[in-house]
């Protein structure tokens, strides 16, 4: 009998420090190396790629944002995760692709208003949208649903728009653009992109200081 309530005694207490080494560990230890080495070699991405402005963190870099006005670059749309719906806003509550299909009417007829949304924001004078210019970006959400960038594509079809919104020169926002394009990632890695929130602050920036 003391020989069985030993046994059991030394077992409970080699698990006990079992739990204990490996808590220690693989919660403690562990944890704090891994933010230490993050923090060492990208402390920005660790951090959650914000990117700030004017000393403030106005977004991530990571999560794309919603609201702007004509005067700013669009992103694409956002969807939800219902199953007959697709929204007009970011919710990171609601992160996800819809999961309708592609031949399902309320699909395809938010993407043929959409498209027209597209011609009709973008058509300025002296400059006329055709439906077969815009990308499929523009009328389509990503698979997150909260995609940060765009084609340059649709930031080029936006650019005589936000030109003329802001009173400057074509020549000067298809540059801004071109400085904010993004290039396949190691080169060959995905496509090129446009970060939303970046070039809006570029543009806020270059109409501010004119």
């Known amino acids: 009998m003391n020989n069985s309530v030993t046994n059991t005694a030394r077992l409970l207490w080699a698990g006990l420090r079992a739990l204990l080494v490996l808590t220690v560990v693989t919660g403690v230890l562990y944890p704090l190396a891994v933010t230490g080495v993050a923090q060492a070699l990208f402390p920005g991405r660790a951090n959650g790629s914000e990117i700030t402005s004017h000393g403030k963190v106005v977004g991530s870099s990571l999560i794309g944002q919603q609201g702007y006005t004509l005067k700013y670059f669009q992103p694409r749309p956002a969807a939800g995760l219902g199953a007959n719906s697709i929204n007009t806003r970011y919710k990171l509550i609601l992160s996800g ?71 400057l020169p074509v020549a000067r926002v298809e540059r801004l653009v071109k400085e904010h394009t993004q290039g396949r990632a190691l080169g060959f890695a995905g496509e090129p992109q446009v970060n939303v929130l970046e070039l809006n602050i570029a543009l806020r920036d270059l109409t501010a200081a004119r």
Do not use: C, F, W
């Open 97 to 167: 692709a819809t999961n309708l299909a592609a031949d399902n009417p309320t699909l395809v007829k938010a993407v043929e208003d959409a498209r027209a949304k597209v011609v009709k924001d973008n058509s300025v004078p002296g400059y006329t949208v055709r439906p077969a210019q815009v990308p499929a970006d523009a009328v389509t959400s990503s698979g997150s649903g909260l995609d940060p960038a765009i084609s340059p594509a649709y930031a080029e079809l936006q650019v005589h728009r936000v030109a003329e919104r802001n009173g």
